[in-house]
């Protein structure tokens, strides 16, 4: 079972795995969170044992867009108009532009490589349509730059603290760089300190790139069972 659908997973993820479970199959969305860009499976495979605390990340492609145009001089509506005219941005951009958008997605990062169990209504959330061409102009002044950042970290107690908001971000942070639609994770692990992946997050053949990596990892997971029954 495989989907990019964000909406279904970030709410009932848990339900949907039983579900796959009880009928003997796997359920993967690789694809809910940077389409083909597999933060998931980087973060699950390729970082076990890492120790993986949180991650922060620029997980919608419009606003990240639209604040690289207000930084060039647009303001806010022309900026959204131009992402709109490029297919970046929703027909309605709210869910781009006030965060909800990367709120499902810190919702399925938390849940699947933090072990929590967050609600979209756990997660704080603020978007960038308050930001003024002044707060766009102050953070260049100061050598910064304004992201939409989706965040989530373990707290000393076990739980999880999940956010949305916009951040001022000196040059140097990882993040402070990825321009236009892209996308990035920075993943905060024990071991390594922050390892970065950015790329596509969204568009038809990336997401169809995300559909065949699941694909993929189920069939070579019942080919690694098979093996180890033959053993
Ligand atoms: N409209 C979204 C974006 C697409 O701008 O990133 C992926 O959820």
């Known amino acids: 079972m495989v989907t990019t659908n964000k909406g279904p997973v970030a709410i009932e993820a848990q339900a949907l795995k039983a579900l796959a479970k009880a009928n003997g199959v796997r359920f993967e969305y690789e694809g809910a969170v940077m389409s083909g860009t597999p933060v998931i499976r980087m973060a699950e495979k390729t970082l076990a044992g890492a120790e993986l605390k949180g991650f922060e990340g620029i997980l919608n492609g419009t606003s990240n867009f639209v604040l690289g145009r207000m930084e060039a001089g647009l303001d806010f509506a022309s900026a959204v108009k131009e992402a709109q005219e490029l297919g970046y941005a929703e027909a309605d951009p709210t869910a781009d532009v006030e965060g909800f958008d990367v709120r499902l997605k810190v919702v399925i990062l938390a849940n699947e490589l933090l072990g929590a169990n967050l609600k979209p209504e756990d997660v704080s959330c ?106």
């Open 126 to 231: 603020k978007g960038i349509s308050g930001l003024s061409p002044s707060d766009i102009e102050d953070a260049a002044q100061a050598n910064s730059r304004w992201k939409l950042i989706g965040a989530a970290v373990r707290n000393d107690d076990g739980s999880v603290t999940g956010s949305v908001s916009p951040k001022r971000l000196d040059l140097g942070h990882p993040l402070a760089g990825v321009n236009g639609a892209t996308n990035a994770v920075s993943l905060d692990t024990e071991l390594l300190g922050a390892v970065t992946i950015t790329g596509p997050g969204a568009g038809r053949i990336e997401t169809a790139y995300a559909l065949l990596s699941d694909i993929v990892a189920i069939h070579s997971a019942g080919a690694s069972a098979i093996v180890k029954e033959a053993a």
